[in-house]
């Protein structure tokens, strides 16, 4: 939810409220699938004390419900689809409210 530098150690408040509301979306969206709650339960049991980046999480939800949801991740974790600055995922577009960081920034958070 937010495109802080590796660098920074602090939780942006967007992970609270847009990243809460994204957890909901999906719930919503596979309530007549298996339970998202079943879903989130066996990621973190499977992962527990061990980091884990977006992609991965992504890559799990498909996994478990054998169903993309890039579209939802692009549009609602990443920005438009075609504006982002995520190598990741093939775009080449900065976005704008997570701005790729000089060196001179990078050290500043240091």
Known sequence: MAGHSVYERTTDRNAYTKG?????HLNKKFENKESFKLFLRSFFEERKFKPFKTPE?????????????????DKYVYGSKGNVDDSEHGHDHQNP?????SEQQVN???
């Not at 809460?20 to 909901?24: A, E, N, P, S």
């Open 97 to 101: 409210y997570h701005p790729r960081l």
């Open 108 to 110: 500043e958070l240091l």
């Open 57 to 73: 999480f992504q890559a799990a939800i498909e996994k478990f419900y054998g169903e993309d949801v890039g579209n939802l991740f």
């Open 20 to 24: 809460m509301r994204f957890i909901g």
